[in-house]
């Protein structure tokens, strides 16, 4: 699985969600950002209806609260254990 970084509201002019009255600088904080698989990134922005702005930032919530903090140890040998791994293509 790998995730994408996704705007809630877009970053450009023209795109999905996009507020012009946003700052540059909370286009890009976290709070308007959620991470999604490719295939979920597309299909929301192509369904703004849909996927408006209060029901990407519930789901960004929701998903929240089942977040567990690790500590620096964990986080430091589970980045080892990444990086060392050989990937293997078929």
């Known amino acids: 699985m790998v ?3 996704c ?3 877009a970053a450009n002019p023209g795109g999905p969600r996009y507020d012009e009255r946003q700052t ?3 286009r890009h904080a976290f709070a ?3 991470l999604m698989c490719g295939t ?6 192509a369904d703004e209806e849909a996927y408006t702005v209060e029901r990407l930032v519930k789901l960004k919530a929701e998903h929240e609260k089942g977040a ?3 500590d620096d140890r ?3 040998r589970a980045a080892h254990l990444l990086i060392s791994q050989t ?3 078929r």
Not at 40 to 45: A, F, G, N, R, Y
């Open 3 to 5: 995730g994408e970084v």
């Open 87 to 89: 990937v293997a293509c």
């Open 40 to 45: 979920h990134h597309t299909v929301i922005d």
């Open 7 to 9: 705007h809630i509201k």
């Open 24 to 26: 540059n600088a909370e």
């Open 68 to 70: 567990v903090t690790l």
């Open 32 to 34: 308007n950002l959620i």
């Open 74 to 76: 964990i986080v430091g």
